[in-house]
């Protein structure tokens, strides 16, 4: 099993950053896809960015590309989402997921395990 810990959530206004950090446990992630899904009240879960395995391949949503960027430390078993930039339709409960598949995929249904989230909330 692993489990899956974000941090770095908080209130920031609008044209600020913030730093999500995704921690992993139970067993190493340097060989899962990580990727970083959010979901605003009232809307269903959407796809943020994916990051494969060895950190070579990202993709983003439409709506934060150029402004968010994923990295991963696999010696300490982290995953970042590193926010620039941020809007107030960037507010929303930022979930970390792992799949043990080596594609990244933007798709909820292909992750295996999920962390609790982390709320980001950013103030116009």
Do not use: H
Request: aromatic share 12%; net charge neutral; charged share 20%.
């Amino acid at each position: 099993q692993v489990q899956l810990v974000e941090s770095g959530g908080g209130l920031v206004q609008a044209g600020g950053s913030l730093r999500l950090s995704c921690a992993a446990s139970g067993r190493t992630v340097s060989t899962y896809t990580m990727g970083w899904f959010r979901q605003a009240p009232g809307k269903e879960r959407e796809f943020v960015g994916v990051i494969t395995w060895s950190g070579g391949d990202t993709y983003y949503a439409d709506s934060v590309k150029g402004r968010f960027t994923i990295s991963r430390d696999n010696a300490k078993n982290t995953v970042n989402l590193q926010m620039n930039s941020l809007k107030p339709e960037d507010t929303a409960v930022y979930y970390c997921a792992a799949s043990t598949k080596a594609v990244a995929d933007i798709s909820e249904y292909e992750y295996d395990y999920w962390g609790q989230g982390t709320q980001v909330t950013v103030s116009s």
